[in-house]
C-alpha cells in the first residue's frame, strides 16, 4: 500500500472514530436527560411489555431505559482512553511525516556537501552553513526551521562520508571503470578477430593440404601412365633410372630417360 492510499484510509478512519465519539457523548446525554425527567415527573418512562417463562416483567420499560443509559454513561469512561489513543496515533504520524521531511532535507544538504558547496570550518558555522543552503532551497520552503537543523546536524555529522564519496572522487571512479570498459571491449574485439583469422588460415590450410594431395595422386597416375607408354616409344627404363641417380647426384633434377637405339633394318 502506498502512503497516499494510507494516508487516505487513514483520514476516513480518523474521521469516522470522531463521528462515534461525538455519537456516544449525545447519545449519553439525551438518555441522562430523559431519565431525569421521568424520575421528577415530567417525561413518561418508556413503556414495554417484556415477560420471563409467561410471568410480565414489572416496569420492564423503565428497567431498560436505566439500563441502556448506565451503558451509554460507562461509555464516557472510555473516552478519555480512546482520545489518547487517537492523539497518540496522530503524534505518530506527524513524527513519520517529520523524519521524512528530514530525510528529504538530508539528501539534499548531503548532495551539496558532496558537490563540495560548504567550507570546513567549526561545528557552528558548518550547521548555519548547512541551514542557510537548505532554507534557499525551492523544495524545502515548507518545512519548519527544527528541521532543516536537524537535516543541517546530521549532515554535519555526516561529512567525512561525502568527503570520501566526493562528487568528483565518483566522477574519476566512472571514468576509470569506463577506460576499464573500453579496453575489455578493445581486447575483446581483438580477439574475436583472432579467432576467425585462425579459422580462416586454418580452412585454407586444409583446402591446400587437400590440393596438395590431389595433385600428388594426380602425378602418381601420370607417372604411371609415363611407364605404360615409355616402352612403346623405345625408352629403357632401366637406363633412364640410372640417368636420373647419375645426373648431378641431385635427386631434385628429373632427366629424360635416354632413347635406346632402334637395329638397322
Avoid at 489513543?85 to 530525510?103: C, I, P, T, Y
Avoid at 539534499?108 to 558548518?126: N, Q
Avoid at 576509470?176 to 578477430?193: A, P, S, W, Y
Avoid at 590431389?214 to 607417372?223: G, H, M, P, V
Amino acid at each position: 500500500m502506498s502512503n497516499s492510499t494510507a494516508a487516505y484510509w487513514g483520514s476516513i478512519q480518523n474521521a469516522f472514530q470522531r463521528v462515534t465519539l461525538f455519537a456516544i457523548w449525545v447519545l449519553a446525554i439525551s438518555m441522562s436527560v430523559l431519565c431525569l425527567g421521568a424520575a421528577l415527573g415530567l417525561l413518561p418512562w418508556l413503556e414495554l411489555t417484556a415477560s420471563v417463562n409467561g410471568a410480565a416483567i414489572a416496569n420492564a420499560g423503565m428497567v431498560a431505559q436505566l439500563g441502556f443509559t448506565f451503558f451509554c454513561l460507562a461509555l464516557l469512561f472510555f473516552l478519555p482512553t480512546n482520545n489518547r489513543v487517537m492523539q497518540l496515533e496522530k503524534s505518530h504520524r506527524n513524527f513519520h511525516v517529520s523524519m521524512e521531511d528530514v530525510a528529504k532535507a538530508y539528501a539534499i544538504s548531503h548532495e551539496g556537501d558532496r558537490a563540495g558547496l560548504f567550507k570546513i570550518g567549526s561545528e557552528f558555522d558548518s550547521v548555519r552553513e548547512r541551514i542557510a543552503h537548505l532554507r534557499d532551497h525551492p523544495d524545502l520552503v515548507t518545512l519548519e526551521p527544527s528541521v532543516l537543523e536537524v537535516a543541517a546536524q546530521m549532515s554535519h555529522e555526516a561529512r567525512d562520508l561525502a568527503e570520501v564519496y566526493s562528487a568528483e572522487r565518483v566522477e574519476r571512479a566512472k571514468t576509470f571503470l569506463k577506460q576499464r570498459q573500453q579496453e575489455v571491449d578493445t581486447f575483446q574485439e581483438n580477439l574475436r578477430i583472432a579467432h576467425q583469422t585462425t579459422g580462416e588460415l586454418k580452412n585454407w590450410l586444409l583446402q591446400v593440404e587437400v590440393e596438395e594431395g590431389l595433385i600428388e595422386r594426380q602425378l602418381d597416375s601420370l607417372q604411371a601412365d609415363l611407364f605404360e607408354i615409355l616402352p612403346e616409344l623405345g625408352f629403357d627404363l632401366d637406363q633412364s633410372e640410372s640417368t636420373a641417380t647419375d645426373v648431378s647426384g641431385d635427386a631434385n633434377v628429373v632427366s629424360l630417360p635416354a632413347k635406346s637405339a632402334k637395329p638397322a633394318e
